[in-house]
């Protein structure tokens, strides 16, 4: 964790410690305005409504009629989807303090959350004609809100979009503007809209962060990483920005630099499960399997019922050919989460290894009813048959995959289990119908039966089918 961090944090404990020992006494009672902001915020952030509310109700006590508190009152109401007590809380302020924008503005969002979503937009509008700059920015995001609760994306987009015309560093519609892109999808907009912000504004935190998110989802993934690396150096404590870029990095295989991102996550914040899980994943792929290990212990330590992490635990094993070891790891994944073709595929993989063909091939089997659709769990069936001399179930294993399945590596696996058969012919004849439907699959059919490589028919049928340049 970052120094300023702990020192904020430890700011607050220290705050509410305050605070705790004012309530026992019954005198609430602070010199100045700013821990009763500070509670709240902290309190909110926290999503402790009732506390939140309840520190309000105490700053109003000490210093009667405050505008901010009382708006910031109102705000919690809605929060909690009490619109009818923020209205009345609205009223007072109005009659106290008449012509605010802020009372205006939620006050349409109070009227919203009550249904009358026509009166509030109308509400929003009238505010408009007086308004410029942040002020009409500020409006722009609550007629959003407006919108997003009707589920109304694409207007939403839209509203957002004028609100950064006026504020491009507007953080509220900033923020709204990530999630809503995904509902309407807008994401080549969402750059071209994010990229103008930076281009006034290179330090625009959430603009860079909005640009990762929608060139991600392009799979421009070499401008995401930068757009997320940008985001995160121009603010340092900026969370997300670290791990969505460490994710992105973990979805192209670029793994060092995965690492570098989650190094950065543990040595600046709080560390959860997924980080641990994330991190051993690099360590795995990276071949560093004892390190990997380490790394996914600590993810069950946070998270004692993830299957995802046992099963990369068993995976460690397998890859260092430990297979009494994997196979354990593998049974607690299963016995979280039983319908899991991938860890069915990989204990029966690991059985396999260790001699136990019965257990290997009553897994083989699960996988594939598990999700019958996918082809590999009928290939893995059928090779583990092939290579026990069971051919007459491989080919039925294989039939019972076309009626559920489609690819070409069910063809390359029929044609391997022919030619491991000696029916020859036919091999030749399922190959000559693998490789007109995908030629470039081909390849398979040596994972298969890896002899066929210097086969001289193989070669020459292959010759034939082979793509000119």
């Not at 460490?246 to 192209?252: K, R, Y």
């Not at 994943?281 to 993810?299: H, I, M, P, T, W």
């Not at 990369?312 to 979280?336: D, E, P, S």
């Not at 399922?430 to 490589?453: K, Q």
Request: some cysteine; overall charge negative; aromatic content about 12%.
């Amino acid at each position: 964790m970052g120094h300023s961090n702990f020192t904020d944090r430890q700011a607050i404990f220290n705050l509410i410690s305050t605070y705790e020992d004012m309530l026992e006494k019954n005198q609430v009672n602070f010199a100045n305005h700013l821990p009763y902001h500070a509670l709240v915020n902290y309190y909110e952030r926290e999503c402790l409504l009732d506390r939140a509310l309840e520190v309000v109700e105490h700053a109003i006590r000490q210093v009667g009629y405050d505008v901010d508190f009382f708006l910031r009152k109102a705000e919690l109401l809605l929060e909690k989807k009490e619109p009818t007590q923020a209205l009345s809380l609205l009223d007072q302020v109005d009659a106290k303090t008449p012509n605010l924008l802020n009372t205006a503005i939620l006050r349409a969002e109070s009227l919203a959350m009550m249904g009358m979503h026509d009166q509030g937009i109308a509400l929003l509008d009238g505010l408009k004609y007086c308004a410029d700059g942040e002020d009409l920015s500020k409006i722009f995001v609550c007629e959003a809100m407006i919108y997003d609760s009707l589920k109304e994306y694409e207007r939403m987009f839209y509203v957002l979009k004028a609100a950064l015309h006026e504020d491009p560093s507007n953080t509220e519609a900033l923020s709204r503007m990530w999630y809503v892109v995904e509902y309407a999808r807008k994401h080549e907009e969402s750059v071209e809209l994010h990229e103008k912000i930076v281009d006034e504004d290179p330090y625009n935190a959430l603009a860079w962060y909005n640009i990762g998110a929608s060139q991600a989802y392009l799979c421009n993934y070499e401008a995401s990483i930068e757009a997320y690396e940008y985001a995160y150096l121009s603010k340092d404590d900026f969370e997300f920005a670290y791990r969505e870029c460490a994710d992105v990095c973990l979805l192209t295989r670029n793994f060092q630099k995965a690492l570098g991102c989650y190094q950065d996550l543990l040595e600046r914040f709080e560390p959860d499960a997924d980080l641990f899980l994330n991190i051993g994943k690099c360590y795995e792929e990276l071949g560093n399997y004892l390190v990997a290990r380490d790394f996914f212990q600590r993810s069950v330590e946070f998270d004692p019922y993830c299957a995802e992490v046992q099963f990369h635990i068993g995976r460690c094993f397998a890859k260092q050919k430990q297979w009494l070891k994997a196979v354990a790891a593998f049974q607690k994944a299963i016995k979280l989460e039983e319908k899991n073709e991938d860890y069915l595929a990989a204990i029966a993989v690991a059985y396999a290894n260790t001699g136990n063909l019965k257990k290997a091939l009553r897994y083989f089997r699960e996988a594939a009813d598990c999700a019958p659709e996918l082809p590999e769990h009928w290939v893995n069936l059928a090779h583990f048959l092939m290579k026990n001399r069971q051919f007459d179930e491989a080919i039925d294993a294989l039939d019972e995959a076309d009626d559920n399945a489609w690819g070409p590596e069910l063809l390359y696996c029929r044609s391997a289990c022919l030619f491991e058969m000696g029916n020859k012919s036919e091999a030749l004849f399922v190959l000559e119908e693998a490789l007109y439907e995908d030629f470039d699959s081909h390849t398979a059919l040596f994972r298969l039966m890896p002899v066929l490589e210097k086969d001289k028919e193989v070669k020459a049928v292959i010759a034939i089918f082979q793509p000119e340049e």
